[in-house]
């Protein structure tokens, strides 16, 4: 781009050089540097050693201060202050959050550093200021850097160029799914549970030996992730292969509880073990709140009792109260049950970004382990040829003492006439020149010979292992089984944690009727729409206040814990909680708010769901059909389409079947009664015709047997009834076009009109 020069602002800085530049090009390298910096240096961790930049500086500092496990502790904010100074240009405060979080037995499985003071705790508390607490590594952070002394890896500059740092750590340890890793990048996170490092090693082992087993044949050895805090998954073992092997998934992790019998059959369930991850003060606060909210009927009482170890009381509100059926309540409604992600999403070489399966990631390591070897072998097998190179001039010196003295007493430059009496190298003669004095005693040529015998041997040893993958592959193994046996099954920090299980089988209406407090109730749909739930069954609706231009529509008794089923002029059926209706102290919520209802369809029908009945639907030009009630249950807002109807028709009458006939009533008072078995049964569907219209449509239709004739409830509110005998006049076929009704109510309803409503103002 064409750069042109600025003259100086007389309020403002000195002008320069502009580049014109298109704002698309530079945002798009912006935040393309800004990604690659997040993901690189931030939030994803090395396939290798299973670390971020911050952690990895962290255990560098902390051996550069010799902070090793058996040494005295140092002050956090020595630390801190160096990883910030010479490595991590960041704050100190996030530097110390990831050094807490590397402390904390409850946040890492295998902690790698090892803190005195408060460091936190499962509650959720903060730590202590870094001024207080004291830190040092763990036997684990050992096993991390042991070799970065060896050319183990590669070094880079620091910063600011004044230090070098390790790219990757020798990790002579799992660390990646031992410990596991979490972080949110740009377009991309990675989520990685913790495991147990025996199986990671048996897993490995059997990779060693088969190097292209499966993930399918891995999950012999690895059973699943092994969490600090225990717990219990109770995913099927399908769901946890898929997981390890596609490399994402989740894994559903509960709780572990058990139950204290108490006196006169009285018991209390005891939580011994929290999933991963979830604080348990704000899980307390959060079941007391459920409680004091009634949201949990079977609980009476939730109590702390925590010491160093989790200790959570549940008590039951009675003692014949199914234990198993509160925790699956509690486990529906809290964090006593949550699900850790899997997304394996690391850097494969410290550079590129991939989702690795359980195979994959336990072969970046392994491969990573075989390097370190070899570049350590090849450091020593260099150690040992310059001490060979040494030894040979101290054995000069020792065979020619008197002559080496004279030599250095009497020339000005010892060094050249050294090499040149002995024909022996610089590195000797700088050895030779470099003897202190009271060493001459102990240059005796037997422990001279002797050492340089066990050199020759070692070297020999390590230019078989670098010419031999095979001999690398099985030192590799021994390394694993060593640890293995460090952080065995039977060691306290190696043994497994984490149980597996299923989740037991209960039937979702049981759990649902758990979570709500079964009381009676009057449910009061009006004439607009609105919905509530009254107190008790209540028959006398007189007393009941609506808007000043709605009234009463229809109304009917159940429980809190029922489903109710409103029928709609669009045909759908749409499912609602009675639990989650609106009280009658008000006048209620639209029903509109709890469903996706056209504007111009009415509320047809409403009634609570008790399954295995069958209802009859009908629209206003005279169509209809037979559906059974399970098929009327819906699961979204957008309801269940059951009546198919086609402009401008609508639904306008439901009837629960109760007989073998059916009579139907026209808006022209026109009825016809037939037989039942002429009407078909459907799921969905536009049905069949029941009565014919010249004009206007049907009014309403009712299921009556006819050993009992037809009944129905006058507006003032008696009953009447007609035997078949007496319906001679009216009995026909379907979709016949019927005659006129006598005796019925005016509104051409089988059921009266409701019992009027008080109407107030809003």
Request: proline share 5%; with cysteine.
């Amino acid at each position: 781009m064409a750069k042109k020069p600025i003259p100086p602002d007389k309020n403002g800085p000195p002008g320069g050089l502009i580049e014109d530049v298109a704002l698309q090009s530079a945002l798009e390298e912006r935040y393309l540097a800004y990604a690659l910096s997040t993901i690189m240096n931030r939030a994803l961790p090395d396939a290798r050693d299973g670390l971020k930049p911050v952690h990895r500086r962290i255990l560098h500092v902390m051996r550069s201060l010799r902070l090793d496990p058996g040494a005295a502790f140092k002050k956090s904010a020595k630390v801190v202050g160096d990883v910030m100074g010479n490595f991590h240009p960041h704050g100190d405060q996030a530097i110390y959050d990831a050094m807490v979080r590397l402390a904390q037995d409850f946040a890492q499985r295998y902690p790698l550093v090892d803190g005195q003071g408060n460091f936190g705790n499962i509650d959720g508390d903060s730590p202590a200021a870094m001024r207080y607490t004291e830190s040092r590594l763990t036997e684990v952070a050992k096993l991390m850097i042991d070799g970065l002394d060896e050319d183990a890896v590669d070094f880079r500059p620091s910063y600011d160029g004044s230090n070098e740092e390790p790219v990757v750590l020798p990790a002579a340890f799992p660390n990646l799914l031992a410990n596991g890793s979490q972080g949110i990048a740009v377009g991309m996170a990675t989520s990685i549970p913790p495991h147990n490092v025996a199986e990671l090693c048996d897993a490995a082992l059997h990779l060693i030996e088969t190097p292209n087993a499966r993930t399918k044949t891995l999950l012999k050895y690895v059973k699943g992730p092994d969490f600090p805090t225990g717990g219990i998954v109770v995913d099927p073992p399908e769901a946890i292969a898929e997981a390890y092997n596609t490399g994402r998934g989740s894994f559903r992790v509960r709780a572990k509880w058990n139950v204290e019998e108490g006196s006169r059959g009285t018991y209390v369930i005891v939580i011994t073990e929290m999933p991963y991850m979830v604080q348990k003060s704000r899980l307390v606060e959060k079941l007391a709140e459920l409680l004091n909210e009634r949201k949990l009927p079977l609980v009476a009482d939730i109590r702390d009792e925590s010491a160093e170890d989790v200790r959570l009381i549940i008590e039951p509100r009675a003692r014949t109260v199914d234990a198993t059926l509160l925790m699956e309540s509690l486990f529906k409604l809290t964090e006593l049950e949550t699900r850790i992600p899997l997304n394996m999403n690391v850097l494969v070489k410290g550079r590129v970004p991939k989702v690795l399966g359980l195979a994959e990631a336990l072969t970046e390591w392994l491969e990573h382990r075989r390097d370190v070897l070899v570049r350590r072998s090849k450091h020593r097998l260099a150690e040992i040829e310059h001490r060979l190179e040494v030894l040979g001039g101290y054995l000069v010196a020792y065979l020619n003492l008197d002559k080496v003295i004279k030599i250095i007493r009497t020339e000005d430059e010892p060094k050249p006439v050294l090499m040149k009496t002995f024909k022996i190298t610089e590195v000797q003669a700088d050895a030779i020149l470099n003897m202190r004095l009271r060493n001459l005693r102990k240059l005796e040529e037997m422990e001279i010979r002797g050492e340089e015998k066990r050199l020759n041997e070692e070297r020999a040893g390590l230019k078989k292992l670098i010419g031999s993958t095979d001999m690398q592959w099985k030192a590799i193994a021994g390394q694993v089984r060593d640890l293995k046996v460090q952080f065995g099954p039977k060691t306290p920090l190696g043994k497994r944690r984490t149980d597996f299980s299923t989740a037991p089988e209960h039937d979702e209406a049981a759990i649902e009727e758990a979570l709500a407090v079964r009381e009676p109730i009057t449910v009061v749909v009006s004439e607009k729409g609105w919905i509530r739930a009254l107190r008790g069954h209540q028959f006398d609706m007189s007393g009941v206040s609506f808007k000043a231009d709605d009234a009463l529509k229809f109304a009917f008794q159940t429980e809190t814990t029922a489903k109710i089923l409103i029928f709609a002029g669009n045909g759908k059926f749409y499912t609602l909680e009675a639990s989650k209706l609106p009280g009658g102290r008000g006048h209620g919520e639209p029903i509109r708010m709890f469903f996706d209802i056209e504007a111009d369809a009415d509320i047809v029908a409403g009634l609570a769901y008790q399954g295995g009945r069958k209802f009859m639907v009908a629209s206003y030009q005279g169509n209809g059909f037979i559906v059974p009630e399970d098929e009327c249950l819906g699961t979204t807002r957008k309801g269940k389409q059951v009546l198919n109807l086609k402009a401008p028709d609508k639904a306008v009458a439901l009837n629960v079947i109760d007989g073998d006939t059916l009579a139907v009533i026209g808006e022209n008072r026109k009825m016809v009664v037939f037989p039942l078995d002429q009407v078909p049964e459907m799921t969905r569907g536009r049905g069949v015709r029941l009565q014919r219209y010249l004009q206007k449509g049907l009014s309403d239709i009712t299921t009556f047997k006819a050993s009992e004739g037809l009944s129905w409830v006058d507006g003032a509110g008696r009953t009447q009834t007609l035997t078949m005998k007496e319906l001679k006049d009216w009995q026909a076929n379907r979709a016949d076009a019927g005659r006129i009704a006598q005796g019925l109510p005016k509104n051409n309803k089988f059921r009266g009109a409701p019992a009027a409503a008080k109407k107030t103002e809003e």
